[in-house]
Every structure is written in C-alpha cells, then in structure tokens.
C-alpha cells in the first residue's frame, strides 16, 4: 500500500481568533445608544459617523454602516443577521437580566439553566441582532 501524499497546509490554519467583529447596521443612533448606554461597552474609537469600535477584552465589535455591501438587499427588519454571546460568570448573567429589564429592554429568554450546562439569556439589539449572555454551570 502506498502511503497519501500530505495535503498542502492550508494559509488559512494560521489564523488563530476572530480578531474583531463588525456589525452592519440600520440605525446608528439607536445601535450606538444601546451598546454605550445600555450595555456600557467602553468605546475604542470612532474612525468615521460610519464605523464605531467597542473594545472587549482582546476582541473589538465594530459598528458599521455598510459600505463594500451597499448593495446587498437589507435584511427584513425583524431579522436577525447575526447571534454574538458574550461570557460572564452565573451570578452576572442574572445581573444582567435585570439590568436590561431597567433599561426597558425586552428579553428573548430570561435567565436559564439549559441542559448542556450553560446558563443563558437572550435579548435582541435595536436592529434585531440576537444577543446572548452566558455562563459555564
């Protein structure tokens, strides 16, 4: 039997981390209030009224008006274009869901303990993007 030749390594499997993740929006305003004012994410900066970044840890989420994908056709509004989770401990998970109900932010799913051993809950941003925030149980 002949052995395989190896197949070429891919440039690809260097890649290690989402470096950062960028959010096309509908509405900046109300997208921009809600993850500085309600979710108080600390803002690294502002290169344009088009493109805003939030750091978090080692990641950055930018906010973005679309630009390279202008003409895409928008998303029904309502519909989500993406789910982000964020990890935080159990007892801030909770924390967390009340918060949101302070600032009058309508849970998806309260505080839950799922089978597969998160605590989860979920809410949505202003232009419907499904948001998690987790915990290791």
């Known amino acids: 039997m002949t ?11 260097a890649i290690r981390a989402i470096d950062y993740t960028v959010i096309f929006v509908r509405d900046m305003a109300a997208m921009r209030r809600f993850y500085e ?9 502002e290169l344009s009224p088009n493109w805003i970044e939030y750091g978090l840890g080692s990641n950055t989420l930018a906010l973005a008006r679309p630009s ?4 895409d056709a928008p998303l029904p509004a309502g519909s989500a274009a993406l789910q982000l989770a964020f990890k935080v401990s159990a007892a801030e998970v909770d924390a967390c869901a009340e918060e949101l109900v302070r600032q009058n932010v309508a849970l998806v799913s309260p505080p839950t303990n799922q089978s ?3 605590r989860t809950l979920f809410f949505r941003d202003p232009d419907g993007n499904l948001l998690e925030v987790y915990a290791e149980i």
């Open 3 to 13: 052995p395989q030749p190896l197949s070429p390594r891919s440039p690809f499997s």
């Open 116 to 118: 597969f051993g998160h």
């Open 68 to 71: 390279r994908t202008a003409g």
């Open 37 to 45: 004012d309600v979710l108080a994410f600390p803002l690294l900066r």
